[in-house]
Nanobody, 124 residues
Framework: QAQLVESGGGLVQPGDSLRLSCEAS????????TGWFRQAPGKEREFVAA????????LYQDSVKGRFTISRDNAKNIVFLQMNSLKPEDTAVYFC?????????????????WGQGTQVTVSS
C-alpha cells in the first residue's frame, strides 16, 4: 500500500498561487485515480479535485474550477494541485488521497489511502 506525503502548503495573500505536491512512497499510485480534499476549521472534509491514472480526465469542485488544476507525473509518483487566484475561503488543510475505484469520485468513501495533509492559509 502506498504512503502519501503532501507538501507545498503555506501562508499566502489573496490572489497568490501555490502548488501542492503529493508524493507516493512504497508502492506507486497503483493505476487508480488520485484526489485532493480539504478541511477548513470547524467544517467537514470536502472534495476539491481528482484525476485519473492516465490523466485524461479530471473532476473539480465548482468553487475551484478555473482556478485550480490537478495534474500528475506517474514516472515520479507525484500528483500536483496548482492553485491560482487563492481566496481566504480556500484556507484549509489539504489532503491527498488514493482511490480504489476505476472512476473519478467526489466521495471520501471511495478513497482508502490518505496523506497527513498540508496547511494552506490565505490571508492578508
Amino acid at each position: 500500500q502506498a504512503q502519501l506525503v503532501e507538501s507545498g502548503g503555506g501562508l499566502v495573500q489573496p490572489g497568490d498561487s501555490l502548488r501542492l505536491s503529493c508524493e507516493a512512497s512504497g508502492r506507486t499510485f497503483s493505476g487508480y485515480p488520485t484526489g485532493w480534499f480539504r478541511q477548513a476549521p470547524g467544517k467537514e472534509r470536502e472534495f476539491v479535485a481528482a484525476i485519473t491514472w492516465s490523466a485524461t480526465n479530471a473532476l473539480y469542485q465548482d468553487s475551484v474550477k478555473g482556478r485550480f488544476t490537478i495534474s500528475r507525473d506517474n514516472a515520479k509518483n507525484i500528483v500536483f494541485l496548482q492553485m491560482n487566484s487563492l481566496k481566504p475561503e480556500d484556507t484549509a488543510v489539504y489532503f491527498c488521497a488514493q482511490s480504489y475505484r476505476n472512476r473519478l469520485s467526489v466521495n471520501m468513501i471511495d478513497y482508502n489511502v490518505w496523506g497527513q495533509g498540508t496547511q494552506v492559509t490565505v490571508s492578508s
